[in-house]
Every structure is written in C-alpha cells, then in structure tokens.
C-alpha cells in the first residue's frame, strides 16, 4: 500500500501574477484550467512539474473558502497536500477509524477518487488522498484527472523535474506530524531532528511558525535542472527570498 505526492496546491488573491512569475521563474507552463471549480467561486492553473503537478487557485468572487483561507494566512499561501494511494478504500476505513472527517468525498467521472480530509482534524493544512482510476493509473507519470487529458504536452523540464518535499508549518509540530502519520500509516522520522513523514516519491516535513504566519503549507524543495536561470529570473522579478530559494505563491521554493 504505497502514498505518492502527486500535487501541491497555492491559492493566490489574483491568479495571473503568480501564473506569470510561475512560468517566468521555473519555466513551466499551464496544462488545464478546471471550468468545474468556479462552483466553488474559484478559477485556476494547473503546471506539470516532472511527473507531479503545482495548482494555483484564486477566489473570482467574495466569501470564498480560498478566500478565507487568504484571509487567515494573511496572503497568497501554500493551501493543499494532495497525494495519490493505490486502493482508498483501506484508507477511508482509516480515516473513519481515526474519527477524521471529509471535506470532500466524490468520484469525478469513473477516474479519480478524492478525499479531501477536514483541516481542523489534521492540522497543519489541507491533506488530501486520491485514487487515480483506468488504465495506466497506477504509473508515476499516469493520468491525473484534474490535469486534464493531455497534461504531458505542456511538461517543460528545462529548468524542474519535481517537487522532493513539502514543509508544514504548524503550532505543535510533533502532534500535528504524529496525527498525519496515523492517516498515512508511515513511520515517522526524527533522524535530523525535524519531523518528516517519508512518501514513496517526496517527504513532508513539519516545523514551528517562525515566520510571522500561522499553520500552514509553508514551502516546497525542488528538484532542479537548470538552478541558476531560476535564481536569474527569480532575481529579475525580486522572488529570491535565501539563498538557493525564492518565494512564489507565498510559498519557499527550495531549489
């Protein structure tokens, strides 16, 4: 039974600055637009980066739950952990055993499964687990359901190749990562002296507020191919933010 990062999600008070900076910065490009998740008063981008995928949200209209989200973080923010399993239905027997409830529960047309788990019953920041269904869906670079159906034809590897970890800030780091380990059914690791929960392709690791910001998707580490035309254009556009880091959609981007 094996746990994939398969997408990272930001939320963004406009979309097209973060999409422009995105593409200027890692050099990816746009795969699909979602016309379902303006129900939920949002638009959005979704970028291929290797064999996973970065999401961009924004609210296009008022009293939103990404807007409140904005509104909590105090800004453009890391928002989702989206992972993809091979059989949910061990894990929805988890969850129920755990008292974790769903935020969203659906099967989106025959191929893809998605839980999305309460973040008040977690911690840290929205965690959800997928099942990509159909031919192909167990591959690491198979089809992605919410990419849309020809997400490799915009796959740009000059300059990424993937997204290695994704760090969450939270108030109680040791509980919040122990709660997420009970979902996952991974061992933690304390080996460095970070809490880290070890996926099959990626890790999560869970660390203190130090940045005037409550809980939440704080950062990500990217595998990279070209570093210095990021850190060139990061430069151009001020998005460096350390060194060997710059800072889009609110979020550390570790490179």
């Known amino acids: 039974m094996w746990l994939r990062m398969r997408q990272i999600a930001g939320v963004a008070q406009k979309l097209k600055p973060v999409e422009d900076d995105l593409k200027d910065v890692l050099g990816i490009d746009v795969c699909y637009r979602d016309p379902r998740i303006d129900t939920f008063g949002l638009e959005n981008a979704l970028f291929p980066i290797g064999n996973q995928f970065l999401e961009v949200v924004a609210p296009i209209q ?15 923010s890391g928002y989702m952990v989206i992972t993809q399993c091979d059989d949910h239905l061990p894990r929805r027997k988890r969850f129920a055993e755990l008292g974790v409830r769903l935020v969203q529960d659906d099967t989106l047309s025959n191929e893809l499964v998605y839980m999305q788990l309460h973040p008040r019953d977690t911690g840290g920041t929205f965690f959800e687990i997928d099942q990509q269904l159909g031919e192909g ?23 990424v190749s993937g997204i290695t970890a994704a760090e969450i800030q939270c108030d109680d780091p040791e509980a919040v990562a122990t709660k997420w380990a009970e979902i996952a059914e991974v061992d933690l690791d304390f080996s460095d002296g970070v809490f880290t929960l070890p996926m099959e392709n990626a890790s999560l690791r869970f660390v203190p507020c130090t940045d005037g910001r409550p809980e939440g998707l704080g950062g990500i580490d990217l595998e990279v191919v070209d570093r210095d035309a990021i850190l060139e254009a990061a430069d151009r556009r001020g998005k460096i933010s350390a060194e060997n880091q710059v800072y889009l959609c609110g979020m550390r981007m570790n490179v």
């Open 62 to 76: 008022d009293n939103t739950a990404g807007g409140r989200y904005l509104d909590r973080r105090g800004g453009d």
């Open 137 to 159: 869906a167990l591959d690491r670079d198979g089809p992605r359901h919410p990419a849309g159906p020809d997400w490799k034809a915009s796959q740009r590897l000059d300059r």
